[in-house]
């Protein structure tokens, strides 16, 4: 399928991950990308995997500096020649017990996950065709399910949810889409390095343990893909849960 076939798209979190599937998988599909990332090395790697037919452009950028994110989508809109799609994608995952949780690790979560999204999203919609823009923004399952250690973390997430489902009525009288999509346990570079301390009560994990286990980055870059394509036009202000059954 070339879905994405003239489809002009701004990505983050594209140098690993569900980001890296992400931009592969668009791609693939025909789409002229801008990538973005923290990593320089992160967004080399994806590049050199691009498989065509689609093109890639890459831009090292901070989406918790606003500057950065100002100037990112100027340029962007520059390099494309206009934006049609919005992927939200970068994030940070902290795994912290209530006793031991800062102002910083709040700040920093909030920052990166809420704050970066929403600078994108408010700086990408005047470039976003009526009719037929979209905005895709990450969220997580721990947006709207337990999860203990994570509270900070499923905050954020869950204001990414809430701030996506305000947006798509805002902007539904320019025919724009808004999806957030929520993963549960994804095999990531993101989740891989946090591991719970020891001493804790993790039985709460055993009980939701997800039948299909945790997904790999190319299946929730399939469900991306799909709603952000004209596969999903009738598609907006609902959350798209792909969590391998976690909660069913």
């Known amino acids: ?40 090395e ?39 020649g206009g934006i049609d799609v919005l992927v939200n994608v970068a994030g940070i995952h902290r795994t912290t017990p209530m006793d031991r949780l800062t102002a910083a690790d709040l700040e920093r979560l909030f920052r990166v996950n809420t ?46 949810l809430a701030f996506s489902l305000s947006l798509a009525a805002e902007v539904a009288h320019r ?3 808004v999806v957030p999509v929520s993963p549960g346990s994804v095999a990531t570079p993101l989740a891989g390095p946090h591991v719970l301390p020891p001493g804790l009560d993790t039985s709460y994990y055993a009980r939701i343990r997800a039948p299909f286990g945790a997904a790999r980055p190319e299946q929730i870059a399939g469900v991306i893909a799909f709603a952000a394509s004209r596969d999903a036009a009738c598609l907006t202000g609902a959350e798209i849960r792909a969590d391998g059954g976690s909660h069913i």
Do not use: Q
């Not at 690993?16 to 990593?39: H, K, N, P, Q, W």
């Open 115 to 160: 704050v970066g999204t929403a600078l994108f999203c408010r700086e990408a919609l005047p470039h976003l065709p009526d009719g037929s823009g979209v905005v895709v923004n990450v969220a997580s399952s721990a947006a709207s399910h337990g999860n203990p250690y994570m509270t900070a973390y499923a905050a954020s997430k869950g204001a990414v």
């Open 175 to 177: 025919g724009i889409r």
């Open 1 to 40: 399928m070339n879905r994405f076939d003239g489809v002009r798209v701004l990505l983050t979190g594209a140098g690993s991950g569900i980001g890296r599937a992400t931009a592969l998988r668009l791609v693939s599909e025909g789409a002229s990308l801008y990538a973005v990332d923290l990593s320089c």
């Open 42 to 80: 992160g967004l080399a790697e994806t590049a050199a995997a691009a498989p065509g037919p689609g093109r890639i452009t890459t831009r090292v950028a901070d989406v918790a500096d606003e500057d950065a994110v100002v100037d990112t989508v100027r340029a962007a809109a520059e390099a494309l």
